[in-house]
């Protein structure tokens, strides 16, 4: 390790240790830092956030048994927005006639004309009220208390299916309009960048809600990205950062000159002036901020901020509703969202102190499709999620962000077949992923090589596009065009060109 990394290791477990040791009876609490969203006036900027974040990740679009295709943009005629008029229109109505049915009948449904709205992870039904500004029927709340899918169809039947990994009920006899949202599909199989998607049980013997494309995409977008924070040690890097950033980008010179956007970053996470702050700045770049010895801002030279606060007592019983508000508050005051972000991930976390609480996680795409970043440092294969908040109800704990700008953006048309589908990738890879999927089941003999093999194709769980950024380079960093394939328990990043595979995380 060296002389650099030491001592950033070092002035960071200091910080760690001085957020952990301070007396809460010798120093202020930054109270005004966490107050709820009742005590402020409304905000309508709040309501924005919330209908982005609570959004579906993806849309399958399903035309009939053999033509479907998959939307990760609300750009595309905004199919979420129309789709939530219907939903509005149907939980208007307290006397709904429902029915629980199975998976299989779910999928079943798909090959009708309809949209299924894909949640990157189960909803509390409460929090998807407050995205619609509206509250959920008792009889719907009363029958799933969250929702990972919603299904509506379109065409001569109204009907919508709500469902999750545990439950699916049906909302028969409705009588909503959908003939806009029939237009927008029409035109997007239409456009000239459909994508058709087969069943993958079909092509290649998947999971029965897996969706393949039957062709690859003949545009490919050139996308460059940059750190949305520039941390530049001010002896070391200033000539070499000067010279990647072209010179008629005066602003970004000057930020390579001194750090104090950095400053004015720390002064908004606090509320308060530099002058009640207390700056040290690392020989490697990196810049900590503490303010009465409760709460610290620690920025990384790559553009990583985490921010850390004790809490000023044990949370007894967690609440969700609560947790959201306090993260809305904090984001629209403290911080901002990526475009196209999104809520991917709610899990219910215990602090040293006994205090429960919820960790939410944070994601988002780029020109519609998700976004992957490597996690350099990262020693138990995990990618790096832009935004991980820790909140304890009325309090944040830890907020660590990385985020990404988009920064030349350009769609070019010029290879079409170059690109391999994703049969021919997992053909060319299957030989490690064989490996992998034997160390992560462990009781499958290894001698068992086809059976094997039909094994992980029967355990694929998502094939999708999407764009990987290496994040090595501050600035001017091209994302990948990648294919994106969750096998039992590791998701895959494969270039789409020649299928070389540029990174694996381990999934739950």
Same mark, same amino acid.
């Given at each position: 390790?060296?002389?650099?990394?030491?001592?950033?290791?070092?002035?960071?477990?200091?910080?760690?240790?001085?957020?952990?040791?301070?007396?809460?009876?010798?120093?202020?609490?930054?109270?005004?830092?966490?107050?709820?969203?009742?005590?402020?006036?409304?905000?309508?900027?709040?309501?924005?956030?919330?209908?982005?974040?609570?959004? !579906?990740?993806?849309?399958?679009?399903?035309?009939?048994?053999?033509?479907?295709?998959?939307?990760?943009?609300?750009?595309?005629?905004?199919?979420?927005?129309?789709?939530?008029?219907?939903?509005?229109?149907?939980?208007?109505?307290?006397?709904?006639?429902?029915?629980?049915?199975?998976?299989?009948?779910?999928?079943?449904?798909?090959?009708?004309?309809?949209?299924? %709205?894909?949640?990157?992870?189960?909803?509390?039904?409460?929090? *998807?009220?407050?995205?619609?500004?509206?509250?959920?029927?008792?009889?719907?709340?009363?029958?799933?208390?969250?929702?990972?899918?919603?299904?509506?169809?379109?065409?001569?039947?109204?009907?919508?299916?709500?469902?999750?990994?545990?439950?699916?009920?049906?909302?028969?006899?409705?009588?909503?309009?959908?003939?806009?949202?029939?237009?927008?599909?029409?035109? %997007?199989?239409?456009?000239?960048?459909?994508?058709?998607?087969?069943?993958?049980?079909?092509?290649?013997?998947?999971?029965?809600?897996?969706?393949?494309?039957?062709?690859? !995409?003949?545009?490919?977008?050139?996308?460059?990205?940059?750190?949305?924070?520039?941390?530049?040690?001010?002896?070391?890097?200033?000539?070499?950062?000067?010279?990647?950033?072209?010179?008629?980008?005066?602003?970004?010179?000057?930020?390579?000159?001194?750090?104090?956007?950095?400053?004015?970053?720390?002064?908004?996470?606090?509320?308060?002036? *530099?002058?009640? *702050?207390?700056?040290?700045?690392?020989?490697?770049?990196?810049?900590?901020?503490?303010?009465?010895?409760?709460?610290?801002?620690?920025?990384?030279?790559?553009?990583?901020?985490?921010?850390?606060?004790?809490?000023?007592?044990?949370?007894?019983?967690?609440?969700?509703?609560?947790?959201?508000?306090?993260?809305?508050?904090?984001?629209?005051?403290?911080?901002? %969202?990526?475009?196209?972000?999104?809520?991917?991930?709610?899990?219910?976390?215990?602090?040293?102190?006994?205090?429960?609480?919820?960790?939410?996680?944070?994601?988002?795409?780029?020109?519609?499709?998700?976004?992957?970043?490597?996690?350099?440092?990262?020693?138990?294969?995990?990618?790096?999620?832009?935004?991980?908040?820790?909140?304890?109800?009325?309090?944040?704990?830890?907020?660590?962000?990385?985020?990404?700008?988009?920064?030349?953006?350009?769609?070019?048309?010029?290879?079409?077949?170059?690109?391999?589908?994703?049969?021919?990738?997992?053909?060319?890879?299957?030989?490690?992923?064989?490996?992998?999927?034997?160390?992560?089941?462990?009781?499958?003999?290894?001698?068992?090589?086809?059976?094997?093999?039909?094994?992980?194709?029967?355990?694929?769980?998502?094939?999708? *596009?999407?764009?990987?950024?290496?994040?090595?380079?501050?600035?001017?960093?091209?994302?990948?065009?990648?294919?994106?394939?969750?096998?039992?328990?590791?998701?895959?990043?494969?270039?789409?060109?020649?299928?070389?595979?540029?990174?694996?995380?381990?999934?739950?």
């Amino acid at each position: 390790m060296d002389k650099g990394k030491i001592n950033t290791f070092i002035l960071t477990t200091l910080f760690i240790m001085s957020l952990f040791l301070a007396s809460k009876t010798l120093f202020d609490t930054n109270n005004d830092l966490f107050s709820s969203l009742g005590d402020n006036k409304y905000d309508s900027s709040k309501d924005l956030i919330i209908s982005q974040i609570i959004s !579906p990740k993806r849309i399958l679009v399903n035309y009939s048994e053999g033509t479907h295709t998959i939307v990760y943009s609300n750009e595309k005629d905004d199919l979420w927005g129309k789709a939530t008029v219907i939903i509005k229109d149907t939980f208007m109505n307290d006397m709904l006639n429902i029915t629980e049915i199975t998976s299989k009948e779910l999928i079943d449904e798909k090959s009708e004309k309809s949209i299924n %709205l894909e949640f990157p992870d189960e909803i509390p039904i409460r929090l *998807l009220s407050k995205a619609l500004d509206m509250p959920i029927p008792t009889n719907i709340e009363g029958n799933i208390e969250s929702i990972k899918d919603v299904y509506i169809r379109i065409g001569n039947e109204s009907y919508i299916i709500l469902s999750n990994e545990e439950k699916v009920i049906k909302i028969n006899d409705l009588t909503y309009d959908s003939d806009d949202l029939d237009k927008s599909i029409e035109n %997007l199989k239409n456009s000239r960048d459909f994508v058709n998607y087969w069943p993958g049980r079909i092509i290649l013997g998947t999971k029965e809600d897996v969706y393949i494309p039957t062709s690859v !995409p003949s545009n490919k977008k050139n996308i460059k990205v940059k750190n949305d924070i520039d941390v530049i040690d001010t002896t070391k890097k200033k000539n070499e950062y000067s010279e990647k950033i072209p010179q008629n980008n005066l602003e970004d010179i000057h930020r390579a000159e001194d750090n104090s956007h950095i400053d004015k970053i720390a002064e908004g996470f606090f509320d308060k002036d *530099l002058s009640y *702050l207390r700056k040290i700045v690392d020989n490697s770049g990196a810049i900590v901020y503490m303010y009465n010895q409760n709460t610290g801002l620690l920025v990384y030279p790559n553009g990583l901020i985490e921010y850390s606060n004790t809490l000023d007592n044990v949370t007894i019983e967690r609440n969700l509703y609560e947790s959201f508000n306090t993260i809305i508050e904090f984001v629209t005051t403290k911080d901002r %969202l990526p475009e196209e972000s999104y809520l991917s991930n709610i899990e219910e976390i215990e602090s040293e102190d006994g205090s429960k609480g919820y960790r939410f996680t944070f994601e988002y795409n780029i020109q519609g499709r998700p976004v992957y970043i490597n996690n350099i440092n990262s020693e138990n294969k995990q990618l790096m999620k832009p935004l991980i908040v820790e909140v304890f109800n009325d309090q944040v704990k830890s907020y660590k962000r990385f985020y990404r700008d988009s920064i030349f953006e350009e769609e070019t048309r010029i290879y079409g077949e170059e690109r391999m589908t994703p049969e021919e990738i997992i053909e060319k890879n299957m030989d490690e992923i064989i490996r992998d999927f034997i160390n992560d089941e462990n009781s499958i003999a290894k001698n068992m090589e086809q059976k094997i093999r039909e094994i992980i194709v029967s355990s694929i769980d998502n094939v999708s *596009l999407g764009y990987y950024d290496n994040a090595k380079e501050y600035y001017n960093t091209p994302l990948d065009d990648v294919w994106v394939i969750d096998i039992g328990k590791k998701r895959y990043i494969f270039d789409t060109s020649d299928g070389t595979k540029l990174d694996v995380e381990s999934i739950d």
